[in-house]
């Protein structure tokens, strides 16, 4: 009986060892995120607003943007604010294709579209605080040129500053073009692009809803965020000393101005898939060295790590995201090294199953309320819906996603910031270039004690 009760007792302090990380730090936060967005869903008023709406700017920059331009353009014109309430500025950064033939193109199709081209030779952040200064909108609205606006997207965001005026500044939801996907010739790459739409939809759907209810967004979505005029320049404006600089505006926004960054969860924006798992590796490799730097820009100075994990969500979140990636990975590898050390393989694979059943269910709670938020998309909502077999698969790609982070972080620190990363290829190529030397540093020190022991070998002789 004994010996029955301490291997209960052993096996229960291996489930809890094993899976108090993942219910901590993820599962935890799933639940209550599910019943904040539940009674956020459900108690959602519809806005309305009186008298004139005002006038806005769009700001939208351009680099070699000649084959999604176009489309960026229509979808502002055929949204269902009004035109003649809209001024754009199309912010040039170099571009090299036929971005302004498009431009040209475009204010022949749509004349009622009050459009101007701004050559701007200084990266995309001074390109965007040279359109700030010239910008006379009542509301700026940044969006990139590479992706659609939903018709209703301006109208919806625009609704929302005029009915609350403690509302400064709001990030719309991204989300991958379903169109785009299902053109997909490579079934594989289609799949792919599949569970990227639902990374997307939980992200911004779920993900930046549920931070928002907790005043804790991170990041203005620099492909489609909205802020008051008086308020953004009241900042320091874009910095160009960070591939970040829609985190360093955030910053700026929440830290030095104390206001708060709302999510706009029925102002959709569209954007393509991505090309392949390079554009994605170098992608995620951005975001993620755009956050470090960010944050040592505020925080090198005057970080108290114990106070300001309880007090600070921002140094709460970049502990969560980066300092606790190294005890993740000690983690992934010590569920392996359990077997050469005698544990049960049974043991093993069933403490991996029950993590990744528990992490099932998170996405699955995520997915009734992504739902619910898309009840008003029907056509995205059934989309979304018929794709549900997706949670079983979104955690082992989300696996994959936290080791291009964790690669960003290395790089990060041993590199310094630039908007050309290498990519997944490169990267392979580096890594194999290294093992090759190490290897042939090893042949050669080999092949050394070789000749000095024939040499010797024959003086003996």
Known sequence: MSDFILMISKSFIFWLTWIIIPIIMEIIPAFLGFFILLFKGRNKKKIEIHGRLPEITIIVPIYNSEATLAGCIRSIAESTYPSELIDIFLVNNKSKDNSFEIFQESQLKYPELKMQWMNAKQGKSKAL?????????????????????????????????????????????????????????????????????????????????????????????????????????????????????????????????????????????????????????????????????????????????????????????????????????????????????????????????????????????????????????????????GKWYLCLILPMYNFVMFWIRFAGIINSINSNGTWRTKNLTEESDTFKDVVKNDFMFITRVVYRLKEKVNGITKEKQ
């Open 129 to 385: 605080n040279m359109a700030l200064f010239n910008a006379n909108g009542k509301y700026i609205i940044h969006i990139d040129s590479d992706g659609t606006l939903e018709k209703n997207a301006i109208m919806n965001m625009v609704k929302r500053f005029e009915c609350d005026g403690n509302i400064h500044c709001m990030t719309g939801a991204i989300l991958i073009n379903p169109d785009d996907i299902e053109r997909t010739d490579s079934i594989y790459m289609k799949i792919f692009r599949r569970i990227e739409f639902f990374e997307y939809a939980q992200a911004f759907l779920a993900g930046r809803n549920y931070q928002a209810e907790l005043d804790s967004i991170f990041t203005l979505s620099g492909a489609f965020s909205a802020f008051r005029k008086s308020t953004i320049l009241k900042t320091r404006l874009y910095n160009t000393d960070t591939v970040g600089e829609d985190t360093q505006i955030t910053f700026q926004i929440k830290r030095d101005l104390k206001q708060k960054v709302y999510m706009c969860e029925d102002a959709l924006f569209m954007v393509d898939p991505i090309e392949d798992l390079n554009k994605m590796y170098t992608q995620r490799q951005r975001w993620q060295r755009g956050e470090l730097e960010v944050f040592h820009m505020f925080f090198k100075d005057n970080m108290n790590l114990t106070k300001g994990f309880f007090s600070n969500f921002m140094i709460r979140l970049i502990v969560f995201d980066h300092t606790f990636a190294f005890p993740r990975m000690i983690w992934y590898f010590a569920l392996i090294c359990l077997l050469f050390m005698n544990y049960p393989m049974k043991l093993v694979a069933g403490s991996i199953g029950v993590i990744y059943i528990l992490y099932i269910i998170s996405c699955g709670l995520y997915f009734i309320n992504i739902l619910t938020f898309l009840r008003n998309f029907p056509e995205i909502r059934r989309y979304y819906a």
